[in-house]
């Protein structure tokens, strides 16, 4: 911005200061890459050429490397330890540039050439390195009156451009033999047609270059960094500026470009590069491109570029300022000292001064006499600069625009850090460009470098011709896009960046088919409908590319639709002819974009040129019917407005018809009456335009008096058979007029009978089928009630042959006793077949002893009484079956009852332990071993058992033959429970259970009453419970003892009984005492005390 003069660019990537993530100058070829808060980046899409194999994708494939950070130390202009400039801004493959650099002192240095771009984070890619021998040059001095700084330096190194270095910004690392490094700067341009450009904006470096910033003898065209003399400016500042000279201090000083173009290489866009020089020179070549792209700091144009991106944007092309202070102020070129075109910027800020006056003065554009303000190109006015940090982008109007598509953002939503350190504005005092709509898409507050309060916006306009212009209105827009150097990449920001290339390439997304249609048209008569494919805003979409299609309400013959189409710049004009009178639509659809948009049309009929006659059904001799007249066009409908007038005739001489008659809306409906059976026409003609006319045929018919049904005398159940019905005249002829309808009934309504449906007749007659299934006389009915006409006859239904065999009876059986059932031999519809001849041979489920069944049985007439006898009570069955026919079978089921009981049947599960209760069952049983439920006697229960403290339950009577119980057993062993009828004797049973001792209660010690001295005897030990049994599950451990109180007695040891003992245990020769006269010796149980006894043994003298 040339009005203020404060201080130079905001941050000199070159200067000094830390790397990108806190690396160190010693670590800036080996760290590894910087790539924070890019994981938000979306994903590649239609907006991102990344899945095509372009040239900028396979680019960023190859190895990258970050060693093109300056680092330190850094030449500065003071000493010149390194510096150097090339001869030309740009060069393509094949052209040679010239590097003129100074060592102070005279040293050798490196040349490194890095191309910038994403290269997986690490920003460049080393093209190539060599070795050169520097000189000191002949120090730079400015001209005395324009203050112009350009060096007459010798040429260091002349660079080819090899073929395969693909066009992009490329760095030169200068670095001499003492480690001072500085950086310089060119373009590889390729000129191809790529979507995107990129103008790299070399002029405004030279504005601010004051090289040699040294305090004394640098000059930029900025006061404020300028020294020495003052010029023909009346200030220290100079009015031109030459290429020839390096970059003050570091040299290449554009941050926010780099993170840019991290970002566009990163995401795949095909892009080629120039610079703004280039665009000067062939300002033509920006209409081969989609999109031109000015981005950072862009601030200084001349005329041919002003013009060249005007014209391009109106022939177009899409322009995006992802920048600040764009246009600023105009420029003019001149040629090098040595006649190079275009070496040296003219800018002398000050019309007053400056010898060329009119359109190229070099002023700033909005101001005279150029008159040609930089909104009217861009959309937005520079309105402050802040060197205080940047401020939060705050975001509008954002429901509406496609821009903000999958970014989630709301009005009032903020990106921290994205707004400076210039700013642009729309400014009301300026004129907009034409447009179509424009968009103020951001409202960012700010306070600028002198304390004023100011608003910072993002704006988007779309010019006449169709292209998209966008401003992001602040220099550091790139900062959310890629986060290497300030770590503010926004996820929010890339979408909205990736939505506008989208634009860019293939035209805003599609919101709507806008369509044109007039609300009325005549059947039959194209008319025009206009389609637009317009964004959210309403706007057509210059680059839509896809394919309208077309459909209508009408789908008659004759309706014309437009094929599937393109269109041009979004629009497009079709014809349409419809021929539906009616209400009508009209659609417009793309199946790709998902968009439909139905437009209504009233579609009125073209004039008529016939009449149609219709009425329903056939009329009868005599009797006067109703017909319709419309007056139609030749697509059928109506033409309500018809006033002509209609006659009529008939071919039926005598008929009586309507007098002339005019229509009503077109319609008209009329009576007439006919005398002749047989085919008939009437006849309406138009009486003024014969042409118009239209015919009604007619099948007259008779009268019909009765109607002759004839059937065969017999049929057989399921088989069909003819139904001839023929309609007669009162005098016995074939009514062949008769247009009645027949209905038939019959007395069989069995399911699977057939008859006709309600049918007409042929001149008078019809045959028809019907299947009756009821064996038996049965009858069919024809009848025509609107015409009292009804016929009934009969026919004899035989059964078919047998399907199966029915078994039944009405007998409750008792086993063992004979009951009768019968058995019929039926067709499928349940008709007993009287000539089935079949054998049946008989089975049951109850296949026991005393099951007795009939013998293969032939049957009469299909049909037989017959006896069984079954013995398993329960649900039972007899099936019979033919003996040839396995399919022609049968099956009786019954519930057989049990006979009278003739035994009891005692059962238990249990081993019943002495003294304890235990329960057994006792079932009623008859002979066949059936349950008596119906069994009411009572049961006296006795045992072998007789012993104290037995419990046997009281005499009993069972619960439907069935009875628990519970009884209680004191002897060991087996015994037995026995049950019997107190009134039968013969009915009774026994229960044999084996009774187990309880627990050991009582200890029995054996032994010998005497024993002699010394001499080992035997003793034995016995356990029983308290009802006297062995104890034969005692497992307890006995201990012996002895009143003998020499230690040369012997005693069983401790013992434990084993199941081998079953409660008893003998100690052969266990025991020795040898003290007279008389010795105790005693068992016990080690657990339980109570279990315990002694003997006394009288010891004798050996």
């Known amino acids: 911005m040339t009005q203020i003069v404060l201080a130079p660019l905001l941050i000199i990537l070159l200067a000094s200061g830390p790397l990108p993530g806190g690396a160190s100058a010693a670590l800036a070829a080996t760290t590894a890459p910087q790539t924070p808060s890019l994981a938000l980046l979306p994903a590649p899409g239609p907006a991102s050429p990344a899945a095509v194999n372009n040239p900028i994708v396979t680019e960023n494939q190859q190895p990258g490397t970050n060693?093109?950070?300056?680092?330190?130390?850094?030449?500065?202009?003071?000493?010149?330890?390194?510096?150097?400039?090339?001869?030309?801004?740009?060069?393509?493959?094949?052209?040679?540039?010239?590097?003129?650099?100074?060592t102070n002192p005279a040293q050798s240095f490196t040349l490194d050439i890095y191309r910038?771009?994403?290269?997986?984070?690490?920003?460049?890619?080393?093209?190539?390195?060599?070795?050169?021998?520097?000189?000191?040059?002949?120090?730079?001095?400015?001209?005395?009156?324009?203050?112009?700084?350009?060096?007459?330096?010798?040429?260091?190194?002349?660079?080819?451009i090899p073929n395969d270095w693909l066009s992009g910004v490329y760095l030169g690392l200068l670095t001499n033999a003492a480690g001072f490094r500085n950086n310089t700067i060119f373009v590889v341009r390729d000129d191809r047609p790529a979507p995107f450009l990129y103008q790299q904006s070399i002029n405004t470096d030279q504005a601010y270059n004051n090289y040699p910033s040294d305090g004394t003898t640098g000059k930029s065209?900025?006061?404020?960094?300028?020294?020495?003399?003052?010029?023909?400016?009346?200030?220290?500042?100079?009015?031109?500026?030459?290429?020839?000279?390096?970059?003050?201090?570091?040299?290449?000083?554009?941050?926010?470009?780099?993170?840019?173009?991290?970002?566009?290489?990163?995401?795949?866009?095909?892009?080629?590069?120039?610079?703004?020089?280039?665009?000067?020179?062939?300002?033509?070549?920006?209409?081969?491109h989609k999109a031109v792209l000015s981005v950072g700091h862009d601030e200084y144009w001349s005329k041919e570029m002003r013009d060249g991106f005007e014209g391009a944007r109106d022939g177009g092309v899409n322009l995006a300022f992802f920048a600040a202070d764009t246009s600023e102020v105009q420029v003019r070129y001149e040629a090098s000292a040595a006649g190079v075109a275009n070496r040296v910027i003219v800018c002398y800020k000050d019309a007053s001064i400056d010898p060329v006056q009119g359109p190229t003065t070099t002023v700033q554009w909005r101001m005279p006499p150029v008159n040609r303000p930089e909104q009217l190109m861009t959309g937005v006015t520079i309105t402050g600069l802040s060197y205080s940090g940047n401020y939060p982008?705050?975001?509008?109007?954002?429901?509406?625009?496609?821009?903000?598509?999958?970014?989630?953002?709301?009005?009032?939503?903020?990106?921290?850090?994205?707004?400076?350190?210039?700013?642009?504005?729309?400014?009301?005092?300026?004129?907009?460009?034409?447009?179509?709509?424009?968009?103020?898409?951001?409202?960012?507050?700010?306070?600028?470098?002198?304390?004023?309060s100011g608003i910072s916006n993002s704006h988007i306009y779309l010019a006449p011709s169709g292209a998209w212009v966008w401003a992001s209105g602040t220099i550091a827009w790139s900062r959310g896009l890629d986060g290497y150097w300030y770590q503010r990449a926004d996820a929010r920001i890339q979408q909205m960046t990736a939505n506008l290339f989208n634009a860019f390439l293939n035209g805003a997304p599609l919101d709507t088919l806008f369509m044109t249609v007039p609300t009325t048209a005549i059947a039959g008569q194209p008319f025009t409908i206009d389609v637009t494919a317009a964004d959210s805003l309403g706007n057509p979409i210059a680059q839509y590319g896809g394919t309208a299609h077309f459909s209508s309400s009408d789908t008659a013959s004759g309706t014309q639709l437009p094929p599937d189409s393109k269109l041009t710049k979004g629009q497009g004009s079709f014809s349409v002819t419809l021929t539906t009178a009616g209400p009508q639509t009209i659609t417009v659809s793309d199946a790709a974009a998902s968009k439909t948009t139905t437009v209504p049309i009233t579609v009125s009929a073209a004039p008529a040129s016939r009449f149609a006659l219709a009425t329903s059904g056939n009329p009868t001799v005599g009797t006067s019917f109703t017909f319709t007249v419309a007056a139609q066009d030749q697509y059928g409908n109506t033409d309500t407005g018809y006033a002509g007038t209609v006659h009529f005739t008939s071919s039926d001489t005598s008929a009586v018809l309507p007098a002339n008659a005019t229509l009503t809306n077109g319609q008209g409906s009329f009576s007439a009456t006919l005398t002749k059976a047989g085919a008939q026409t009437i006849v309406a003609t138009d009486t003024a335009t014969a042409a118009i006319t239209g015919t009604l045929a007619l099948n007259v018919h008779g009268t019909a008096g009765s109607l002759d049904v004839a059937v065969p005398a017999t049929a057989r159940a399921g088989q069909a058979f003819s139904v001839a019905v023929t309609a007669r005249n009162s005098d016995g002829t074939i009514a062949t007029g008769y247009t009645g309808t027949v209905h038939f009934t019959s007395s069989d309504t069995a399911t699977g009978v057939v008859l006709p449906p309600d049918s007409t007749l042929t001149s008078g007659q019809g045959t028809f089928s019907a299947t009756l299934v009821k064996a038996g006389t049965q009858t069919i009915t024809a009848a025509d009630s609107a015409n009292a006409l009804s016929t009934t006859v009969s026919v004899a239904i035989s059964a078919a042959s047998a399907t199966k065999l029915v078994l039944a009876s009405s007998a409750s059986p008792v086993a063992g006793t004979s009951f009768g059932f019968t058995i019929k031999a039926q067709d499928q519809f349940g008709n007993t077949d009287l000539a089935y001849a079949g054998t049946v041979h008989f089975t049951s489920t109850d296949a026991a002893t005393g099951v007795a069944l009939p013998a293969d049985t032939m049957l009469s007439n299909g049909q037989a009484t017959l006896a069984a006898t079954l013995v398993r009570a329960g649900a039972q069955t007899i099936t019979g079956r033919d003996t040839v026919s396995a399919t022609i079978t049968g099956t009786l089921s019954v519930n057989v009852r049990a006979a009278a009981a003739t035994k009891l049947v005692l059962s238990s599960g249990a081993?019943?332990?002495?003294?304890?209760?235990?329960?057994?069952?006792?079932?009623?049983?008859?002979?066949?071993?059936?349950?008596?439920?119906?069994?009411a006697g009572t049961v006296h229960f006795t045992s072998s058992d007789t012993s104290a403290g037995v419990v046997l339950p009281p005499d009993s009577t069972l619960t439907s033959g069935q009875g628990t119980f519970s009884a209680t057993l004191v002897k060991a062993g087996t015994q037995t429970i026995t049950g019997r009828d107190t009134v039968t004797a013969t009915i009774t049973g026994t229960l044999s259970v084996t009774v187990r001792a309880g627990a050991a209660a009582s200890l029995t010690l054996d032994a010998p009453g005497s024993a002699k001295a010394g001499q080992a005897f035997t003793v034995s030990v016995t356990l029983k419970d308290q009802y006297g049994n062995v104890a034969t599950g005692y497992r307890g451990t006995v201990h012996f003892a002895t009143s003998d109180p020499l230690p040369t007695v012997v005693l069983p040891a401790d013992y434990t009984f084993t199941a081998a003992d079953a409660g008893t245990h003998t100690f052969t020769q266990g025991v020795t005492l040898w003290t007279i006269p008389s010795q105790t010796v005693s068992a016990t149980d080690t657990v339980n005390a109570s279990l315990t006894q002694f003997k006394w043994v009288n010891v004798n003298l050996l």
Request: hydrophobic residues 35%; proline residues 4%.
């Open 393 to 452: 982008l705050v975001v509008m109007n954002t429901s509406p625009h496609w821009i903000y598509a999958n970014t989630n953002f709301k009005d009032g939503d903020s990106v921290a850090g994205l707004v400076g350190y210039e700013m642009d504005k729309v400014d009301s005092a300026y004129a907009l460009p034409a447009w179509q709509s424009h968009t103020i898409l951001s409202q960012s507050p700010f306070t600028d470098a002198n304390g004023s």
């Open 116 to 160: 910038m771009g994403w290269y997986q984070g690490w920003g460049g890619r080393l093209r190539l390195t060599t070795s050169l021998t520097g000189i000191s040059q002949t120090p730079c001095t400015p001209d005395a009156t324009t203050g112009m700084i350009a060096c007459n330096w010798t040429g260091s190194y002349s660079l080819t």
């Open 221 to 288: 065209l900025y006061t404020f960094n300028s020294f020495g003399a003052n010029t023909i400016s009346s200030q220290t500042r100079a009015v031109k500026v030459s290429f020839d000279r390096p970059y003050s201090q570091g040299g290449f000083d554009q941050v926010d470009e780099i993170e840019f173009l991290r970002w566009i290489e990163r995401m795949g866009y095909d892009v080629t590069y120039q610079t703004d020089v280039d665009t000067h020179a062939n300002p033509g070549g920006l209409r081969n």
């Open 911 to 935: 081993t019943p332990t002495a003294g304890a209760t235990f329960s057994f069952s006792v079932t009623a049983q008859d002979q066949f071993g059936n349950t008596d439920t119906g069994y």
């Open 67 to 102: 060693a093109w950070l300056l680092g330190s130390p850094r030449a500065d202009d003071t000493a010149n330890q390194m510096k150097g400039y090339w001869s030309a801004v740009s060069a393509k493959a094949g052209d040679t540039i010239t590097l003129y650099a100074t």
